[in-house]
């Protein structure tokens, strides 16, 4: 039989796995620069901690895990007292792969909660699985980047995880814009507008005003039950222009009615306040845009909203956040305020990848590949094999005698730069020979220059 990946699953090449890390490492510095700390949560979790967390649709999405033995013992045992799927499921499943990092963390706080010193800041990077439709850019398997922390409710968290977006996507040299938003401010439209129970629908229609416009956003809120008196007192935020102060200032006298939407601008206010004057935050190339559109996690953030999207690029979002103050009181620990990040790694990946913005040097694998020719001459190049390595430059000898040709064709597809040559005449002259295989160049170098062979390139 032919072999075959599961669908919505990959490999990733020596090359790609070296891509990856690079985006890797480049987030763990700055997580750790701003002094969140690393933690690991098993690929599976109780489906009890799972259920129920992530909506209706969220739930069927959950990859289960079959019980060990004989899972159908139980089903047939009872069967005569099982009317619908979801009392079957307990007896077939008690564990399912998680389906993203926040709900995990969430357990992990509630079950050491006397442990850790408050405010607690981790970041997480660790593959997630979700039973979606496989399409480009969305995949079964794939990998968050998430920072959190919780047990602080200071805007200056927000600030901060702005800082962090901001420094990443400038060390990847990729121009974002970030745009913010406040659930606060999104809940007081909704009550101005008088219908508080329908603010999903609301917010949903807005967020495609760009794309279809106002007379098809409008038709669509009414499909949805929004009435058209509310409409009208919704249609001048369609409107709403300029820089963000402008926007928070209209924002203020549209909102003047509702404290829950005053609230939110006074925090909007505050958030966007640190990244201005003499003493403020300074960002590296990130914008930061007021978006009244922006509606995403609805369900669980109740202030900030955050989403991270690629300057001049029609990718959708690559990162995306916000406040969310009491998460952990699904798992018994209420009151625990808390804001968190993600990055899309894959799409990040993409992106980079397509506008060749991955750089060489933080590719390269092997840098010397030190050609073999007879066992007699093995000896000497062993040593300087370990002189090499020794000194942090990444090396490795052709592991059997063969001809040179082969061995050039071995560098060349694995992206080697360079293969050395050390043979009895060299080992005699107390000489090596490298050849630069972008270039063709062959240079001839005293051993004891070795180390610094890249300068004579």
Same mark, same amino acid.
């Given at each position: ?20 890390? +690079? ?58 007292? &099982? ?28 079950? @050491? ?9 981790? +970041? ?84 495609? &005003? ?37 926007? &928070? ?36 190339? #990130? ?22 999207? #690629?300057? @001049? ?10 406040? +969310? ?84 064709? +071995? #560098? ?20 090596? @020979? ?24």
């Amino acid at each position: 039989m032919k072999p075959s990946l599961p669908k919505g699953t990959r490999d990733f090449s020596p090359l790609e796995s070296a891509r990856r890390r +690079y985006i890797f490492e480049t987030i763990r510095k700055q997580f750790e620069l701003f002094g969140y700390q690393s933690l690991e949560t098993p690929a599976m979790e109780n489906l009890s901690t799972l259920t129920g967390k992530y909506g209706e649709e969220g739930d069927r999405l959950i990859f289960k895990i079959l019980n060990s033995g004989d899972f159908l013992k139980e089903v047939r045992e009872q069967n005569a007292n &099982l009317e619908t799927p979801n009392e079957v499921l307990p007896l077939l499943s008690e564990k399912a792969l998680r389906y993203d990092l926040t709900v995990p963390f969430a357990r992990y706080v509630a079950m @050491n909660r006397d442990k850790l010193a408050f405010p607690f800041r981790r +970041y997480q990077m660790q593959p997630v699985w979700r039973a979606d439709r496989p399409q480009k850019g969305r995949y079964r398997e794939f990998w968050q980047c998430d920072a959190d922390v919780v047990g602080s409710a200071s805007l200056i968290n927000e600030a901060e995880l702005i800082q962090i977006y901001d420094r990443v996507f400038h060390a990847l040299g990729l121009p974002v814009n970030i745009l913010i938003n406040n659930r606060k401010v999104l809940t007081g439209v909704a009550e101005v507008a008088q219908v508080p129970d329908l603010i999903i629908d609301i917010t949903v229609a807005l967020d495609k &005003l760009d794309k279809i416009g106002l007379e098809k956003v409008e038709e669509e809120m009414r499909t949805k039950g929004v009435p058209d008196d509310s409409i009208v007192k919704i249609r001048p935020l369609a409107s709403m222009q300029g820089s963000n102060a402008e926007k &928070l200032d209209f924002l203020a006298d549209f909102l003047s009615s509702s404290e829950t939407g005053k609230q939110g601008v006074a925090e909007l206010r505050q958030l966007l306040g640190y990244f201005e004057g003499n003493n403020a935050l300074k960002l590296e190339g #990130a914008e930061l845009h007021l978006d009244l559109s922006l509606a995403r996690g609805l369900n669980y953030y109740t202030g900030t909203i955050l989403e991270v999207k #690629a300057r @001049n690029i029609a990718f959708g979002s690559i990162g995306g956040g916000g406040r +969310y103050d009491d998460l952990t009181g699904i798992f018994g620990l209420p009151n625990v305020p808390g804001v968190g990040i993600s990055f899309g790694a894959d799409r990040i990946y993409d992106i980079l990848l397509d506008a060749g913005l991955f750089p060489q040097d933080a590719i390269t694998g092997t840098e010397i590949l030190i050609a073999s020719f007879s066992i007699e001459e093995e000896g000497p190049c062993l040593g300087l094999l370990q002189l090499l390595r020794n000194s942090d430059i990444s090396a490795e000898i052709y592991p059997e005698p063969t001809k040179l040709k082969k061995q050039f064709e +071995y #560098a060349e597809k694995k992206g080697i730069p360079y293969l050395m040559i050390y043979g009895k005449s060299e080992v005699d002259a107390g000489m090596v @020979n490298l050849k630069e295989l972008s270039s063709g160049r062959q240079i001839s170098i005293p051993v004891n220059d070795l180390l610094n062979f890249r300068s004579h390139f």
